[in-house]
């Protein structure tokens, strides 16, 4: 089901560009972006929350980055009445090809309508998607045991790269999934699969998806997907500055999202009760292995003496500071800033992280 982060990937690039606009808009006069990253994060944070809170696209999607990972959650709701004739006339085309139904979803914390079926002999799946701002999609997949996987999909939507141990196969538009499964079936032949059943198909999906975000968030979105993507959308291509104003804007927000994966996990595998994390969460700071820099700059810049600066506030490209801090691991270099920074400026290491993306809880002095 790697097909479905492609495409919702691409669809939060698109809602990003609306949000970078608006961002561009407001202070266009701010001579440095990454300067101002954390003040435009929480203004974007506000547009967001004025988006959702008016309803459309904006609220069904959960955000404007995609989530790191997802929980399928069964509904009795129907798809978007727009698409409900679609569904079912793909759903009966399958059940005639043998496939069973799993059920109805909402891919939680997005909202977003999934129905899933499974076939019982092949070990294959297939997935009917409904999205605001993309319609109605399907796929139909068969993993194996070696890690790879297959899909074949009629859309013809511009989507994020695949992971390297995923084929995607486009059919021509408007291909029923049944059709898709015959083509699907040929290429199963010899095949040592992993099946798909009515029981797994959860729990293998969130898995993939977290699988799929895993790479993608370590991997990093590249220059060329995202020019790729925007001039779909836009119908021109970017300017390379756009492009990486894009770049380091998604690269922060990431950081931020998975700031918060990490405090959540942390709490939840903890034995400290909620009362207590309250009492100090405010003074946890994650410092990740992908940390940008410039997060790491904007703490030496709350706790450091004003002469490390340039006369417009920035740290000197050719600092040894900053060279330091940008060809260091995020974690090391953030260790060493504790060295440079007044006995009472620096930080408690709090706790050790070694999950899919490894980090440190760090404790900001009192007054921070």
């Known amino acids: 089901m790697a097909l479905f982060l492609q495409i919702v990937g691409a669809v939060f690039v698109a809602l990003f560009l609306v949000v970078i606009a608006t961002v561009l808009l407001l202070r266009w006069k701010i001579k440095s972006w990454a300067k101002q990253m954390a003040h435009q994060v929480e203004e974007t944070g506000g547009l967001m929350e004025k988006f959702a809170a008016g309803g459309g696209p904006m609220a069904a999607l959960g955000g404007v980055m995609e989530p ?18 679609q569904i079912k006339a793909w759903t009966k085309g399958l059940k005639e090809a043998g496939f069973v139904e799993v059920g109805d ?9 999934l129905r899933a079926l499974a076939h019982p ?14 319609g109605a999609w399907y796929d139909v997949t068969a993993r194996f045991r070696d890690g790879t996987s297959i899909a074949l999909t009629d859309t013809q939507r511009e989507m994020t790269d695949m992971p390297p141990w995923s084929t995607l ?35 293998a999906f969130e898995e993939e998806y977290r699988r799929g975000t895993l790479w993608r968030v370590k991997r990093g979105d590249t220059p060329d997907e995202l020019r790729r993507i925007t001039a779909a959308d836009t119908g021109k291509e970017p300017d390379s500055e756009f492009v990486q104003q894009l ?7 990431r950081a931020h999202q998975i700031d ?15 009362y207590e994390y309250e009492k100090i969460e405010d003074r946890l700071i994650v ?8 997060m790491l700059i904007d703490i030496w810049a709350e706790n450091c003496d004003a002469d ?9 490209e050719d600092s040894e500071l900053r060279q330091m801090l940008e060809s260091r691991d995020p974690r090391k270099a953030f260790r060493t800033l504790q060295q440079k920074l007044p006995a009472e400026a620096r930080f408690e290491h709090f706790a050790t992280l070694d999950g899919d993306i490894a980090g440190d809880l760090w404790l900001s002095p009192d007054g921070y």
């Open 68 to 85: 790191l990972t997802l929980n399928l959650k069964r509904t009795h709701e129907p798809p978007d009445e727009d698409y409900a004739l």
């Open 247 to 253: 770049l380091e804007s998604r690269k922060q927000m």
């Open 287 to 294: 410092i990740h292995e992908l940390t940008p820099p410039e």
């Open 308 to 316: 490390d600066f340039d006369e417009d506030g920035d740290l000197p």
């Open 260 to 274: 918060q994966l990490l405090k959540d996990e942390w709490l939840k595998n903890s034995e400290m009760s909620a």
């Open 105 to 113: 979803f909402e891919a939680e914390p997005t909202m977003l309508w």
């Open 121 to 134: 002999e092949s070990g294959a799946a297939a997935a009917f998607y409904v999205m605001p701002l993309a």
């Open 169 to 203: 196969i486009r059919m021509e538009a408007g291909t029923p999934p049944a059709k898709a499964y015959e083509k699907l079936l040929r290429k199963l032949e010899d095949k040592d699969v992993t099946r798909y059943t009515v029981e797994n198909f959860v729990e």
